[in-house]
Nanobody
Framework: QVQLVESGGGLVEPGGSLRLSCAAS????????MGWYRQAPGKQRELVAR???????DYTDSVKGRFTISRDIAKKTVYLQMNSLKVEDTAVYYC???????????????WGQGTQVTVSS
């Protein structure tokens, strides 16, 4: 089983910054893609940023230029640096990974428990 544990959420004023972390652990043969989604109250879960299986990083348009995703492959950890936060960034942020537990198993999608980010004055 793959576990994803997020940290770093909290309350911040508009214009402030937060850094989220997500560490993957457990039985992991390979992680193909990893990143962040968010879900605001009454809205669908949406992609924020991620490292895809191939190609360059993906960002949703609303966070481009403000958020930066990075990773430490050896630590199986991804980070989300969020700058110039806006009230509309308020949501529960979920870590997401597509991974294989062993080489002969299919790729599965895993989710963290979520971390609350609240942007408010």
């Amino acid at each position: 089983q793959v576990q994803l544990v997020e940290s770093g959420g909290g309350l911040v004023e508009p214009g402030g910054s937060l850094r989220l972390s997500c560490a993957a652990s457990g039985r992991i043969f390979r992680i193909d893609a990893m990143g962040w989604y968010r879900q605001a109250p009454g809205k669908q879960r949406e992609l924020v940023a991620r490292f895809p299986t191939a190609g360059s990083t993906d960002y949703t348009d609303s966070v481009k230029g403000r958020f930066t995703i990075s990773r430490d492959i050896a630590k199986k950890t991804v980070y989300l640096q969020m700058n110039s936060l806006k009230v509309e960034d308020t949501a529960v942020y979920y870590c997401n990974a597509d991974a294989l537990e062993v080489w002969w198993t299919p790729i599965r999608t895993y989710w963290g428990q979520g971390t609350q980010v609240t942007v408010s004055s």
